[in-house]
């Protein structure tokens, strides 16, 4: 995760970048560059889910073990 800035003379831009994955050999592969608006939701999100995740684990389980 990276922050991007392009100096446009009329207007910055700023971004916020994510390397999403690689290709095989290392090569840089996907990645995503959001607003800052967009990156507060997307985290929003993936801790909404990761809650989910760790409330479906601790429901599901077996009797007498904890995490």
């Given at each position: ?6 100096a446009v003379a009329e207007r ?28 507060r939701d997307l985290a929003g999100l993936l801790l909404l ?19």
């Amino acid at each position: 995760m990276r922050r991007l800035r392009l100096a446009v003379a009329e207007r910055p831009i700023s971004r916020v970048t994510l390397d999403v994955g690689q290709y095989p050999g290392g090569e840089s592969g996907v990645w995503a560059a959001l607003t800052a608006a967009e990156a507060r939701d997307l985290a929003g999100l993936l801790l909404l889910h990761a809650r989910q995740v760790e409330r479906d684990a601790e429901t599901s389980a077996p009797s007498g073990v904890t995490s």
